[in-house]
């Protein structure tokens, strides 16, 4: 196997916890089937803060304050590849627009609803933890 081909293996993205009041903000993308914290993948040239605002703002509208980091989760990819998910703790400062189109739905779930869809197992794996901690507060 090629060195390319191993680098290319790894991902490495970045999501956001967003509280406020009691209450997380996940999206839901065309594409997927649960909600899952606004995040994605960095591209060439950006910071894992730039990364995050980015990602944030395309799948939210929201500005946000990083706070500091909160979890780091795995997850095997349908395409084979090893992401690697970090997770941050961040405030949001404002809303300046819309979401992206892939974004089907932006919303703000209680504990008691974060608690139903993790056991109907509708909050993908990389979140778990993190919500699991989220619902024990």
Same mark, same amino acid.
């Given at each position: 196997m090629l060195e390319k081909d191993k680098e290319e293996m790894f991902s490495v993205r970045v999501r956001a916890f967003i509280e406020k009041d009691g209450k997380v903000l996940l999206v839901k993308?065309? &594409?997927?089937?649960?909600?899952?914290?606004?995040?994605?993948?960095i591209q060439t040239g950006e910071t894992v803060e730039q990364a995050l605002r980015r990602e944030v703002m395309e799948e939210t509208g929201y500005v946000v304050k990083i706070e500091k980091i909160l979890d780091v989760a795995e997850k095997m990819l349908k395409d084979g590849r090893h992401a690697i998910h970090i997770?941050?703790?961040?405030? =949001? *400062?404002?809303?300046? !627009?819309? =979401?992206?189109?892939?974004?089907?739905?932006?919303?703000?779930?209680?504990?008691?609803?974060?608690?139903?869809?993790?056991?109907?197992?509708?909050?993908?794996?990389?979140?778990? &933890? *993190?919500? /699991?901690?989220?619902? !024990? /507060?």
């Amino acid at each position: 196997m090629l060195e390319k081909d191993k680098e290319e293996m790894f991902s490495v993205r970045v999501r956001a916890f967003i509280e406020k009041d009691g209450k997380v903000l996940l999206v839901k993308e065309e &594409k997927e089937h649960c909600y899952e914290t606004p995040g994605g993948g960095i591209q060439t040239g950006e910071t894992v803060e730039q990364a995050l605002r980015r990602e944030v703002m395309e799948e939210t509208g929201y500005v946000v304050k990083i706070e500091k980091i909160l979890d780091v989760a795995e997850k095997m990819l349908k395409d084979g590849r090893h992401a690697i998910h970090i997770i941050f703790i961040c405030e =949001p *400062v404002e809303k300046i !627009k819309e =979401p992206l189109v892939d974004i089907v739905d932006v919303r703000w779930f209680s504990r008691d609803e974060i608690k139903q869809r993790l056991a109907d197992d509708l909050i993908d794996t990389h979140d778990k &933890k *993190v919500m /699991e901690m989220f619902c !024990k /507060e």
